[in-house]
């Protein structure tokens, strides 16, 4: 079987959208994958889209790198201060249990 030439196509990626006449920058970003798909209105109407679409020209691509994030350090340094504030939160309930016990007894 001889085959004359083979024909390799793709989707073709369309956007659509509504931009309004006035000088303005837009950003198209892409690449992240747990970014979920958008839903926009224009899907729901389709006649409303004109016929005659205006190309649209991009720049240069730009990388934008991912910012690494700040390590959180734990809100006491110093393990003395947790402890401390334990210990008082236990004195504290302490003191209000025995103040309820005593007032109970004395009724």
Known sequence: VNVAGVEVSGPVHEIIARF???????????????????????NQFPDKIPASLSI?????????????NAIAGPLFKNKLWLWAIIILLIVVLGWFSLKMIRKKEAV
Do not use: S
């Open 20 to 42: 309004n006449n006035t000088t303005a920058r837009y950003f198209l970003t892409y690449g992240n994958v747990l970014a979920g798909f958008p839903e926009y209105d224009i």
């Open 56 to 68: 649209l020209t991009f720049g240069n691509e730009q990388l934008i790198e991912k910012k690494k």
